[in-house]
Every structure is written in structure tokens, then in C-alpha cells.
């Protein structure tokens, strides 16, 4: 599909930092993407969930910049903002009118070079008590929210950097000094371990000349390089039940499987999308509508740049039995180990796939996101067409064989259930 | 040569947009369309409005508009719940239903070259659903363990209460949009039926289209599908005694919990009511955006949250004022203190600074909002449903730089009220009534999340 051809140029300034424009002058706005290849994969044992600390501190202010201004500029002048963590990276973005991206250059270029002219030990108290609360918010007081932690400290092994969570243990958090914030910048905020995307309304040359000038002269660091991990399967079945403040029971089979963009990742997914995508999904058509034993059931393919796991979560009616739902889990498995899935199975799953792409483009944000997910996991930043060329390859026995040579392994049983005295 | 850095680099000339058409007209039946053609990329997104929502909701029949947006795409036309969602995702479609306070609202998003063959299941879904027993009690029974799902869920629980609270016990807007347990129970399949063939009628619904299609084929296609529904009802829209209640803090227990869920507010007045830009200006100032007064002080300098803010929210016949925000369990009267004392605050004004910044934001941001097919649908709808003025969006950015910091302030002395505020806590009580001092904080009362809706 033509419109999944972005055009886009790509270069490296003298420091490393590289830059792709994509220009589109369709609406007056422009969107400043930068990626630092680092997260919490990058992280020690004990400094758990450093990365995301740290880019709440990137909105503390730098030299030229004090502390609330980076929020108050963006906004003043009518853009949004905002940044996430991951394992893999760390991504900053705004999006203003297409007037101010000088603005926001400056601004990107303050934090990457001079960032540590102005930390101290209020902001780092002050944001260390935030990411606290983010945590018991998001985490901690949520219904289900500490699977997800016990699933991949149980599933990866203890030295894989996927082990631990992104937004980090309680005990670590509270832990940070100004010395854990500065060295982290100092390994691994350096403009030859970022890439800018530059995406919307704007003047070429014009634009090449303000990069050059505002991250131009930032010094390059030397990066420490990035774990070394190799794929590692589970030695046993590891089975756990965790009591929760909730209503209904849920189970979660977990297990591991491949990096994203591997040969399997994209039948994995659409895996994900024949159990659980919609009515007709196997798992969704069995559990929810004819047995009526789930309320829901989710599969998913997590896949990163070292390492991914496959996931199935379903929640129990109530009364109804976690084994039996999970008897017909693995059931479904058996038969999709043995029967290639019907070609019009197939065939929603990829027609959906293929419509997303377009609809995601609706964005001029996620576009320029996806313009660094590329550059960053397949160092081609178009990459749209061939990112849905994977899916549209795949045939009715590469999901036979996914299913066999991922499914039919261990895999960590995860069960949550309600608080026994519960009072409410 | 090192670059001077030390000021905020000038902005670069002005911007030019420039808005979306949007065009209205009538089928053959006179159901409205309003239209706007986006070509960028191939697609095509329809919504489907209905004034059918909660608050239509019978008294104990609490749960009937939701059980009919959850029956109603379980098989329409000459096909079953299961061939209908396969359709659809062949076409690669997104299909959805959902319900609000006022409305039930039916989405597609499609691919151009799918449009026509999407439009057919999405106008069956509208005009021949099946609304069968079989589907029906299935649809009831998820939605009797939905609501037992959501009663863990913190934040659900203090909005629906803070809802509950404002509204007192006797207006339809006192309920959740969910229902109630007791009610659920006892709706009927026929009732269902019934609520569709009295809710659903050209006269009672629009249509709203953004897309890659022109005029005249969308008005063609459109005629050919719904051109000739007919169906004559008239809707009574439930009569709205409103009324402010005294001040009280309201606290829900969940033990153990490790946080408190804090709603605070009371009712304003209606969307399309004089001060609307007024209350716009000064709800950025104080806790619409991130370096708002109440963000900065509990967040940026208190620690004792993720995030706070505060909007006036629009129903179509009431409107409210709220601050939102979780904090750790520990720090509940803390925040409370500082919520109250910048709520006091916020009364006696804000500043020419603060007023530029607001009006600044607003307006350079205006564009930003008509970026996508969702957007525009989205901000057609506001100005149907609101009743907004034709030329509101072209006279957005006027209306807003025209607002006076005294007009600001007295909108801000007149709109929030102290003596009225609303709290409700969602927490461990033990631990939140060990803080609270009842002289300084005045009524407390101590309910459970499930003797709230008994009426």
C-alpha cells in the first residue's frame, strides 16, 4: 500500500546523534521524537526501575531550563508532551505548532547535554516520592497489578534484564541517590545513543541547520554496552497463586518465547489474535460465549529486543473452576499443535492487522515513534511495508509450528485470587 | 562556537490553518448528517448517535441501556452474533457500541475500499438486530459479574459514588452507567426490545461521517440504507431537579488498601451556559494541565501523588466541577489541606500571567485538536450535542483571547463553592480516619460501596 511508504532522510551528525526528517506539510505542527537506546533491561539488581526514575527527571529542568519551565514552555505555546520507559528505551516527545520547533529543540538539547548542572537532592526527593505513588497507583492498588511482576521474575531467568519490571521494586526506588541519577546519565544519555525524529511542517534546510546547531556541539559519551542474553527455557513447570484485592479469580500461562522481529514473532502474533482477538477467537468463542466459565480471556505476544514471552490470562466467572479453564486452554493448544487453523481465520486476523497500519498513521505522533521503533530494532526506519509483509507471510502451518515449538514447553502458572478474609 | 542558551528561542512567524468543512444535511426520512470529507488517507469513520443513554434508564430499571448497547451487535439481518463479528473483521474493520449518561453511540472505522460492504453490517446492527433471549441473558449475566469485576477496582468506585453523591438520589444522572444489581436482575429480554423500538428512531439519532468519500456518495449511500427507516417515537427527556448538597466528605472502605482515591466538587452550570470560556481559562490555571496550580503543588513540590487534575465535566443537562487524584494512604489528610487551600485560592483569582499563559495554550493549541478522523468526529459531536453555535469552532480562538481577567474572576468567585464541595474518599478507613480531625474537616460519613444505590 502506497501509503505505508514514508519518506523519510536519514543522517548522522558528527557526535553520533542520528536524525531522521519526514516531512508532511499537511497540518501546521510538527512532532520532536528523540529515542535513547536505554531502559530497564540496562539496569542492576538492587537499582530497579533506575531508567523511569530518570526520565522523570529529565522534566526537572537543566541548565538553561528550571524546574516545571520544559511543561510550562511546551504548553505555552499550544504543544503536548510527554515520555515512557520500556526495557529497551526511553522516548521523549512533543508536538507543538510548527512556529515553536525551535523551541523544542532547545529544550530536547538542554536536558541531553546539561542535565546535570541541575539536578540536586529536592527534585530527586520530590520525583522519587512521585514514581512511588505512579507505583502504588498503577501497580500496587490496581486489581491484578502485581502479575505482571511475578510473571516475569518467574519466567525469565534471575540474571535476564527482562526479570524485573520497568517501573522498578518499592525498596529500590526508595534507594536512588544523586550518584545512581548522574552515573546513569553519564553511561547512557549521549547524543550517539539517541536518535531525533523530526516529523510534520517544516523547512528542510532550515531545520538540518537548528539540529546542527542545538545538538551539534553535545559531547559524545562512552556507552556501556548492553547486556548479553541468551534465550533460556524454563527447567520446570513453576506454579504460583497469589491472593489480591479482587472479585473474581484469574489464571495467566506464560512462556517464553522470541525476540521481536524474529522468525516467529509475527505468527505468534497473529496466534494472539486467533485465541483471544474477538468473538470468533477459539479461547474467546469457547470460555466466554458457549461454557460461559470466563468473563474474559486475553492472549498476547510480548517480544523485545532480548527476549518475549507468550501469555494467555483468563478471569473465572464466579464458581467457575481455574482448572477447567485451564484444561481447555491447553486443550485448544493440542488441537492447534495438531490442525492447521482454517485459512479464513487466517485471513481476518491478517485483514485487521493491515487495517491497523493504516489507522495508525492518523497520528503524526505515532508515526514519528515508529520511525524510531524501526530505526532502533531494524535500523530501516521505513519500515511499515515490511513490518506487515511479516504478518501477511505467515500461513496456516507457521502457527502449527509456533504452537509447537513454544507452547508445548514449561510455562509459569500464575493464579490470583481473592484476599481469603476479605471484608469487602 | 558555543551557542547562547540561556533564553527561550523566539517562535518563527505565525501558522496557518485552517478548519475542517463540515457540512449537514437529511436523508430522505430527515435523519441528520453532518459530513466532513478528510482524504489524507483511506478511511472512513461513521458514528451513530442515539439519545438512548442512562439516563433514560427507567427507576429499577437501572442497566437497560447498557444491556441493550451490549445485545444489540449480537446478530443482526440474516446473521448470527458469531458470522456478524466475522464480517466485520474481514473487512478489517473496527466496530464498537458503547453508552454514556446521554447517549449510545455506534462506531465503524474502515478502509475506503470497504466502506459500502461495512456500511451494511453497521446499518443492520442499527435497524434489524435480532436482540434475541438466548444473547440477551447471556449479555446479562456478563453484566451482572462486570459489576462484581469493577467494585475491586478503586478508581471506578470513587467516580461512580462522586457521581452518586452530586446528584443526590433522585435524578437520573444519580446512577451508574452500568446499573444496578438489583435492577439488572429483574430486566427482561421484551424490555430490551421495547427501550430499542422507543429509543431508536430517525428523529431521536444523527449521524456523524469523517472520511475519505464525497458528497454526494455518502448521501446516496447513506439514503440507500437508512433513507427509508421509519419508525415515529417520541422520547421524554427525564425532568432535572438539580440541587447542591452541603459539604461533606463521604468515606468508602477498601481495606488495606495503599492508596486513597479522592474525588472532590459539586454542580456548575450547563455546557452551554455563558461562562463556559471563563471556566475554561481559569480550570487550566488551576489543574487542567500539568504546571497547574494543584499539579505543581501536590505533585512538583508535595510528592504526595502521581498526578492531580481538575475539569468541569458537561452532561447534557447538568454540569460539574472536580478535582481527581489518588495519593498514598499516609498523606490523605495532607493532600486534602492543600486541595481545600488552593480551591480558597483559586476563588480570589488568578494573575495576568497566569491568564496569558491559559489563553496562549488554548488558542495555539486549537489545531492540534483536528488532527485525526477520531478528532474531527468527536468535535462534531460536542457541538451537536451541546447545541454550540454554528460558527463556535470558527470563533473558538476570538472568544477566548476576548475573556478579561476580571471576567476570569468573577467566574471564579461565582463558580466554586467551599460550602458545597463533595468529597468522597475510596480507602483503608482505619487509616484515613486516624488523620482526619473533624473540626477542622467537618461531616464524615462512613458508607459501603454497596449500600450507596439502595433505593
Not at chain 2, 62 to 70: I, Q
Request: net charge negative.
Amino acid at each position: 500500500m502506497d501509503v505505508l511508504n514514508i519518506p523519510y532522510e536519514k543522517y548522522k551528525l558528527a557526535n553520533g546523534l542520528e536524525t531522521i526528517l519526514f516531512k508532511n506539510n499537511s497540518l501546521p505542527f510538527i512532532v520532536i521524537n528523540i529515542w535513547y537506546k536505554t531502559g530497564s533491561a540496562n539496569e542492576v539488581k538492587g537499582k530497579t526501575g533506575l531508567a523511569h526514575l530518570f526520565e522523570h527527571m529529565m522534566f526537572q529542568g537543566s541548565k538553561n531550563v528550571a524546574k516545571e519551565m520544559h511543561f510550562r514552555y511546551i504548553q505555552e505555546s499550544g504543544g503536548t508532551l510527554n515520555a515512557s520507559t520500556s526495557f529497551d528505551r526511553t522516548n521523549y516527545f512533543e508536538k507543538l505548532p510548527s512556529n515553536d520547533l525551535e523551541l523544542a529543540l532547545w529544550l530536547e538539547s538542554d536536558r541531553m547535554g546539561f542535565f546535570i548542572d541541575a539536578l540536586n537532592q529536592e527534585k530527586l526527593d520530590n520525583q522519587k516520592s512521585v514514581v512511588l505513588n505512579e507505583r502504588l497507583e498503577r501497580y500496587d492498588n490496581q486489581p491484578y497489578g502485581l502479575a505482571w511482576e511475578k510473571i516475569i521474575s518467574t519466567l525469565y531467568p534471575p540474571d535476564h534484564p527482562y526479570s524485573w519490571s520497568t517501573i522498578g521494586f518499592y525498596r529500590d526506588i526508595e534507594s536512588y541517590t544523586l550518584d545512581d541519577v548522574s552515573s546513569f546519565f553519564q553511561q547512557y544519555y549521549s547524543p550517539s545513543n539517541a536518535s531525533i525524529v523530526i516529523a510534520g511542517n517544516f523547512d528542510t534546510a532550515k531545520t538540518k541547520s537548528l539540529i546542527e546547531k542545538y545538538f551539534g556541539e553535545l559531547e559524545s559519551k562512552k556507552i556501556t554496552s548492553s547486556p548479553e542474553v541468551s534465550t533460556s527455557f524454563l527447567k520446570t513447570i513453576k506454579e504460583m497463586t497469589l491472593e489480591d484485592k479482587v472479585n473474581l479469580e484469574r489464571i495467566y500461562i506464560s512462556w517464553i518465547t522470541e525476540k521481536a522481529y524474529s522468525d516467529d514473532d509475527a505468527s505468534l502474533e497473529i496466534l494472539s489474535d486467533v485465541l483471544s482477538g474477538s468473538k470468533n477467537a477459539r479461547l474467546t468463542k469457547k470460555l466466554v460465549y458457549e461454557l460461559e466459565l470466563a468473563q474474559d480471556v486475553n492472549a498476547m505476544q510480548f517480544s523485545g529486543k532480548y527476549g518475549g514471552h507468550f501469555m494467555i490470562a483468563a478471569t473465572a466467572k464466579p464458581g467457575k473452576s481455574l482448572d477447567t479453564i485451564k484444561e481447555i486452554i491447553f486443550k485448544e493448544i493440542s488441537i492447534l499443535a495438531e490442525e492447521q487453523i482454517a485459512s479464513r481465520e487466517l485471513q481476518r486476523s491478517k485483514n485487521v492487522i493491515k487495517s491497523n497500519f493504516v489507522y495508525s498513521l492518523q497520528n503524526i505522533d505515532t508515526v514519528a515513534d515508529m520511525l524510531n521503533h524501526y530505526n532502533f530494532y531494524l535500523h530501516e526506519p521505513n519500515s511499515f511495508t515490511f513490518d506487515l509483509n511479516r504478518y501477511t507471510k505467515v500461513n496456516e502451518d507457521d502457527i502449527r509450528k509456533s504452537v509447537i515449538k513454544y507452547l508445548q514447553n514449561n510455562f509459569v502458572d500464575l493464579r490470583i485470587v481473592p484476599v481469603k478474609n476479605n471484608g469487602n | 562556537m558555543a551557542i547562547n542558551r540561556s533564553k527561550r528561542p523566539q517562535s518563527s512567524g505565525d501558522v496557518n490553518f485552517k478548519l475542517p468543512v463540515i457540512l449537514d444535511f437529511e436523508l430522505n426520512n430527515r435523519l441528520n448528517i453532518y459530513y466532513c470529507e478528510k482524504n489524507d488517507l483511506p478511511i472512513v469513520r461513521i458514528n451513530f448517535l442515539v439519545n438512548s443513554g442512562s439516563k433514560f434508564d427507567p427507576v429499577k430499571f437501572k442497566g437497560l441501556s447498557t444491556l441493550l448497547t451490549m445485545t444489540i451487535d449480537e446478530g443482526a439481518g440474516s446473521l448470527n452474533a458469531f458470522q456478524l463479528s466475522d464480517e466485520f473483521e474481514i473487512l478489517g474493520a473496527n466496530f464498537s457500541v458503547s453508552s454514556d449518561p446521554d447517549i449510545s453511540i455506534i462506531t465503524l472505522q474502515v478502509l475506503t475500499e470497504n466502506f459500502i460492504e461495512a456500511l451494511k453490517l453497521f446499518s443492520s446492527v442499527i435497524l434489524k438486530p435480532h436482540l434475541n433471549d438466548d444473547n440477551f441473558n447471556l449479555e446479562k449475566r456478563k453484566l451482572l459479574v462486570r459489576l462484581e469485576q469493577v467494585k475491586a477496582e478503586p478508581d471506578y468506585i470513587a467516580d461512580i459514588s462522586y457521581e452518586h453523591f452530586l446528584f443526590g438520589n433522585q435524578t437520573a444522572y444519580s446512577f451508574p452507567v452500568l446499573g444496578l444489581e438489583q435492577d439488572i436482575k429483574n430486566i427482561q429480554h421484551q424490555d430490551v426490545r421495547h427501550f430499542y423500538k422507543e429509543k431508536f428512531s430517525p428523529s431521536n439519532s444523527s449521524i456523524v461521517v469523517v472520511g475519505n468519500i464525497d458528497r454526494d456518495t455518502i448521501q446516496q449511500a447513506l439514503n440507500e440504507v437508512f433513507g427509508n427507516w421509519k419508525n415515529d417515537s417520541s422520547t421524554r427527556i427525564p425532568e432535572f431537579n438539580l440541587q447542591k448538597f452541603p459539604k461533606n466528605i463521604y468515606i468508602i472502605n477498601k481495606e488495606d488498601a495503599v492508596q486513597t482515591e479522592i474525588r472532590i466538587g459539586h454542580l456548575t452550570s450547563k455546557r452551554n451556559d455563558k461562562d463556559f470560556f471563563q471556566k475554561q481559562i481559569m480550570n487550566l490555571v488551576f489543574g487542567g494541565q500539568f504546571s497547574s496550580r494543584l499539579n505543581l503543588n501536590l505533585r512538583e513540590k508535595n510528592g504526595y501523588t502521581y498526578g492531580i487534575h481538575s475539569s468541569f465535566s458537561y452532561f447534557k443537562e447538568a454540569g460539574y466541577f472536580s478535582v481527581s487524584t489518588s495519593v498514598d494512604s499516609e498523606n490523605t489528610t495532607n493532600a486534602l489541606k492543600e486541595i481545600f487551600s488552593e480551591i480558597t485560592k483559586i476563588r480570589e483569582g488568578i494573575t495576568e500571567d497566569e491568564l496569558r499563559f491559559a489563553q496562549s495554550s488554548l488558542t495555539k493549541k486549537f489545531p492540534l485538536n483536528f488532527e485525526t478522523y477520531r478528532q474531527i468526529s468527536l468535535n462534531i459531536r460536542n457541538k451537536i450535542f451541546h447545541s454550540l453555535p454554528d460558527d463556535y469552532y470558527e470563533s473558538y480562538v476570538d472568544n477566548i483571547n476576548s475573556i478579561s481577567r476580571d471576567d476570569v474572576n468573577k467566574t471564579a468567585g461565582d463558580s466554586i463553592q467551599p460550602d458545597a464541595l463533595i468529597t468522597v474518599l475510596v480507602g483503608d478507613s482505619k487509616k484515613i480516619l486516624k488523620q482526619l480531625v473533624r473540626e477542622e474537616f467537618g461531616e464524615v460519613t462512613s458508607i459501603g460501596y454497596d449500600d450507596i444505590f439502595i433505593h
